[in-house]
Each structure stands twice: as C-alpha cells, then as structure tokens.
C-alpha cells in the first residue's frame, strides 16, 4: 500500500498514460548480486518484472539508448557534444564538437583510473582559467575550447577527425588505458590527451585546489564526438529527466521536458496535465554508486527506487498507468520489460531472482 500521502486519486482522470522508466544499472553485477542483494525487500520491483514481457539486448551505453530512441543516426561516435552544446546555449552550427569534459586521474600502481565530476566541485573562475590555459597551448592546432558550464567542457575541431571514442560513463572509474580514442588519427589524440594532462598537473588552479584538498583537474576526457544531428524521433510525449542529453534530445524533437521529481506520486499529478501520453523517466540515482562500487549506497537508492516509484506505478499501474516499461542498462546486456494492466492477473508467473539479470 501507497503512504497516506502519496495515494493516488484514479477516479479523478482517467488518463492513457504509457510510462517508461529508464534506469542505469539497475542491476548489480551478476557474480557478486547475491550478497549485494542480500535482504533486500523488493516485492514491487521483482513482482513487476515476474509479471512483464522481457527482452534482452547487447549492452549499449546510456547516450547509445537515448540516441537511438530519438532516432539520432551514429557518426563514429554517437555526436552527444553538437547536442548538449545547444542546450547549454552554444551554436554547434556545422563544424565538429568533441564534450572534453574536466575529470581526475588517479594514478595507483598498475592503472590510471579516471573519476568524474560528479564527485567534486569546480567553480567557474577556475573553469575560465583553465581553459584559457587550454586554448593558448593549442590554438596552432586548430583546437577552440569552450566551457559553457564548468563540467561540460567543449573543444571545436577544424577538421573532423578519423576516431573514436568511449562515452565518459563507460570510462568513470576505469583504467584509461583500455579505452583511449582509436582511429587513423587516434596517435594525434593521444598525444593532445597526454598534453592536456601536462598543462593542467601543474597548473596554479590544481596546486590551490590540492591545498584545499580538493582532487586536482588534471586532465580532460574526450567523447561525444560529431556534428549537430537531425533528431526525428517523437515516440515519446514527455520527457523527464535532469541529464543534459536527454533534455537536449526532448528539446531538439520539440518534446516537452522537465525535471523528474523525486517520486512518482509527484510526477503523475505533474503529468496529468499533458494528458495522453508516452513518458519517458529517466532515473539514475544508482549509476554512480555501481560506477565505483559502493554497494551500501547502491542498495540505499534501490531500496528508494522502491518505495517512491516501483510500488506506487504498480499500484497506479490497474488505474491512472495503462503500460510501464523499465529499461535496465548495465554493463553486460541492456533488459527491457513491459507490463500492462492485464499482466498483473498472472499470478502464476513468480519471475526469477534479480540476481540473473546482471
């Protein structure tokens, strides 16, 4: 049963609203799943999935699902730089935009692990100094940084160059060895890459921020690649999210967007004014945690993702809701299941354990 609070009215609209929700890692890691999940109440969630439709689909990262589900065509990288860029109040135009956003390599004995911003602050008075560090060093290679936020960083190509790269979520809190920029022009890169980190070690911004004891910005993580693309797809009415590229997509396809509230008893009455619909939720809350390992807070915010979503959308699921995807995005396979009302009466469908599916 809902909280007294958060109880649903269903008889005061009556409403086809699809919903999907889109988490990241979702799932934790299959050979270690049993003891993260040990005694962890999940009747929504696991009755949810016992009685949906699932699909299994290779692992793709979370902007390869965004991009795909507004229909964006992949260049060599999915081009996510040309469409946030726009968002954040840049003109992409028609040249090429790589994002180069501002990261910490840690440098342990036998890796080089990168940490994304997300796990510190960096002020835009010291964004502004580092990048004009940046663009003095490599104006001679056609290189045009831009910061029009201090951690999305940006750098204009004159050229496009022949390479790819890994999207920064695939790459936090991994050795950045295994995954630099390939390509017939990927020595080019590393070498820029290798320069950035020189310029930046011992820059004074870092040597003020060390004596804080702030991680020091000591390199930059190229990605995203490409120029501004046609965004065609409207499968969806809404959009709710506060990740940059979901908003620029929903944006780019004239969809409306908002912020996702931080349950679903506040989004359904927000939704109720956009009538039918198909929404997508974007729900992220457990990416960092499973991004560096940190099973208690993982298993803090699944348990919140169960009490705010999971158990209210299941009961508003025989009303107010006619259809609930969850696409879960993992490491090693991307699972999408659908439920609709009439799939709640398979009762004898228990489902399997959530340990399988990581």
């Given amino acids: ?7 649903i009215d269903s008889s005061a609209w009556l409403l086809n609203m699809r919903c999907t929700l889109l988490i990241p890692n979702l799932f ?45 065509e992949q260049q060599r990288d999915w081009p996510v ?8 109040g840049g003109e992409a135009g028609t040249d090429y935009w790589m994002r180069a956003d501002p990261v910490h390599l840690r440098v342990d004995r036998d890796s080089v692990v990168l940490l994304e911003n997300t796990l510190f602050d960096i002020t835009a008075s010291e964004t502004a100094l580092l990048v004009e560090t ?5 104006a001679p290679d056609g290189l045009v940084f831009q910061a029009l936020a201090p951690k999305r960083w940006y750098v204009r190509i004159s050229q496009p160059p022949k390479l790819q790269t890994s999207v920064l979520s695939e790459v936090a809190g991994q050795d950045v060895r295994n995954h630099l920029p390939t390509g017939s ?22 040597d003020a921020r060390e004596a804080n004891g702030n991680p020091a910005v000591n390199s930059v993580w190229f990605w995203g690649g490409g120029t501004l693309p046609r965004v065609p797809g409207r499968h969806f009415g809404a959009v709710w999210s506060t990740d940059v590229l979901a908003q620029a997509l929903a944006t780019a396809a004239s969809v409306r967007a908002a912020s996702a509230p931080d349950r679903a008893a506040a989004w ?25 390992e ?11 993702l169960e009490a705010h979503w999971f158990a209210p959308l299941l009961e508003a699921l025989g009303s107010v809701v006619t259809s609930l995807s969850i696409v879960a995005i993992g490491p090693a396979a991307c699972w999408r299941f659908e439920v609709k009302r009439g799939d709640l009466m398979r009762f004898w469908r228990r489902g399997d354990a959530l340990t399988r599916y990581g």
């Fill in 134 to 138: 940046l663009n003095a060093h490599f």
């Fill in 268 to 292: 359904l009455d927000a939704a109720r004014a956009t009538g039918d619909a198909h929404h997508l939720i974007v729900l992220n809350e457990l990416a960092t945690s499973a991004t560096y």
């Fill in 1 to 7: 049963m809902l909280p007294h609070h958060a109880v």
């Fill in 185 to 206: 022009d990927a020595g080019t890169w590393h070498r820029i890459f290798n320069e950035v980190q020189m310029l930046l070690h011992g820059h004074a911004v870092n």
């Fill in 81 to 88: 730089a040309p469409l946030t860029l726009a968002l954040d």
């Fill in 294 to 304: 940190d099973a208690a807070t993982w298993r803090t915010g699944l348990e919140a």
């Fill in 28 to 72: 934790w890691p299959r050979e270690s799943a049993a003891s993260v999940l040990a005694g962890l109440a999940l009747p929504a969630l696991s009755r949810l999935i016992a009685r949906a439709r699932s699909e299994r689909f290779a692992a793709l990262s979370f902007e390869g699902w965004l991009c795909q589900a507004f229909e964006v």
